[in-house]
């Protein structure tokens, strides 16, 4: 017989407070989003409103001074409609009260693209609602999914995957991969892979085990890629020791693969971009300043905050409320405007190489480094330079762009990754077209330039660059000379 009773035990929770959970909510929206969420609190919450808007109370007489543009309209008398020209008046303002209008770079019609299709994105996320998800994996695909560039290549590590679904959501590594390996196997397959390599031998995983040459081509993806890429079919006969319609077959069947499965969608859309931050340099140092944008110009309704103090019951409690609701929102307003200028000031004093030199200054930066700076989580990093942007004088960047991995130098220091694109890109713009550098040849001299690149290293940055192999080049440069004689 099973024996019941009760016990009382103590435990620790973790319980984010609403206010601090709006404003990590608002930190992580675009200029857009908060736009539109900021229209929508407004439009609900009557203790709110523009600065220029008309705070008087219906009814009220216009201020000694002041215009009343309804003057002709209450002289007629009974054609007067006081509630009508009052909607009249809000519509107006709703149009263009306030600072989001056509001056601030969005005119909510010309610049905002119609998406007639759906894109990966949206794709994606249809699949997880329609999955067998539980919340916390929910989440973690869903920052997967936002994690992926255009091409549907994963272009966060599991670590920060990990930070930015912190503090609400403490995850594992291993749990980030479970799922990773679950988004992976949707359609498109390949998706939320690292390079063309690793989608490739996705794709082949899925194949039925009786697919014709499968087992020669999965290890021609797994050993040989390169290889497949440069063309180089002799090699690879004399490598895997396979006979030429064996090795015909496993590159008809890799050929005939998808290398990046989120090309085909509609994500290349146009859009305006509008900077968060402006960037300057002021009597020699490097100083960021918001948008003025960033800043709605809000404030509490005067008149309704007059008629809280004089009423009561119901209406007080709704009153009440509201106005609590009003300062939660101004002040994670603020918040999110103060965690967002430090966070962009820090990135403009480590990254003061890459603003007065370029891409070849660039300083290898993680989010760690600046939450330790700044003082803050490495969640919040990640929700303040996602999807904002920084105007600097050598164009226009999204605040992720600045954070960069290093990879070895010679004498034992450190040297960004994108530091190495960049005197990569420098030495095959230079490049005799005759002979193209292959890769080792390209490892070899960023060693002899001081900087540890291994071969696949140098593939793999070339690649990310969208620039093809040493035969491809090669090939392409004689299209070029040919061209040019005709």
């Known amino acids: 017989m099973v024996e019941t009773g009760l016990q009382l035990r103590l435990t620790q929770k973790l319980a984010l407070a609403p206010q601090l959970q709006q404003a990590i909510r608002l930190l992580q929206l675009t200029r857009i989003e908060l736009r539109e969420h900021i229209q929508q609190t407004v439009e609900a919450n009557p203790l709110l409103e523009y600065e220029d808007m008309r705070s008087e109370a219906p009814g009220e007489d216009t201020p000694d001074g002041a215009e009343d543009p309804y003057a002709e309209e209450r002289a007629a008398g009974d054609e007067f409609d006081e509630r009508n020209a009052l909607e009249r008046e809000e519509w107006s303002m709703d149009q263009v009260g306030d600072d989001w209008g056509p001056g601030s770079g969005y005119d909510g019609e010309s610049q905002i693209a119609d998406r007639s299709e759906d894109s990966l994105r949206e794709h994606l996320l249809f699949q997880i609602r329609l999955g067998q998800f539980n919340p916390t994996d929910t989440a973690i695909a869903t920052a997967i999914v936002f994690a992926l560039d255009d091409d549907g290549y994963l272009s966060d590590s599991i670590e920060e995957i990990c930070a930015s679904l912190a503090p609400e959501l403490r995850v594992e590594a291993g749990e980030v991969r479970a799922v990773l390996h679950r988004i ?141 609701e009003a300062r939660w929102l101004l002040s994670s307003l603020e918040l999110r405007n103060q965690t967002l200028l430090k966070v962009s000031q820090c990135i403009a004093d480590q990254q003061d190489g890459f603003l007065e030199q370029g891409e070849l200054a660039m300083r290898p930066l993680i989010l760690k480094d600046v939450a330790d700076l700044v003082g803050v989580h490495e969640s919040t990093v990640s929700r303040a330079t996602t999807r904002k942007y920084m105007l600097t004088p050598r164009g226009l960047f999204e605040l992720k762009y600045f954070f960069s991995s290093h990879v070895a130098t010679v004498d034992g220091g450190v040297i960004s990754a994108t530091a190495v694109k960049a005197r990569l890109l420098l030495l095959i713009e230079n490049e005799p077209q005759a002979r193209p550098l292959s890769d080792q040849e390209l490892s070899q001299l960023l060693r002899d330039a001081g900087v540890r690149a291994a071969r696949r290293t140098v593939a793999k940055y070339r690649e990310s660059l969208g620039i093809g192999s040493s035969s491809e080049r090669r090939r392409a440069y004689r299209r070029m000379a040919a061209r040019a004689r005709n």
């Not at 040459?213 to 002799?234: M, N, Q, S, T, W």
């Not at 960021?288 to 905050?305: A, E, G, H, M, W």
Request: net charge negative.
């Open 184 to 324: 992976q196997r949707m359609e498109p397959v390949g998706i939320a892979t690292r390079d063309p390599a690793e989608c490739i031998r996705v794709q082949l995983s899925v194949l039925p085990a009786n697919t014709p040459g499968l087992e020669l081509a999965r290890r021609i993806a797994r050993d040989f890629i390169d290889l497949v890429a440069d063309h180089d079919e002799a090699t690879l006969r004399a490598e895997t020791g396979a006979s030429e319609e064996a090795l015909g077959r496993a590159l008809e069947l890799i050929r005939g693969l998808e290398p990046r499965p989120g090309a085909r969608y509609d994500n290349r859309l146009d859009e305006y971009l509008v900077p968060d931050v402006y960037v300057r340099s002021v009597e020699g140092r490097w100083v960021t300043y918001l948008s003025p944008d960033n800043d709605p110009r809000l404030k509490l309704n005067k008149y309704y905050i007059q008629l809280l103090r004089q009423s009561g019951g119901e209406n007080r409690d709704y009153l009440q409320g509201r106005l609590q």
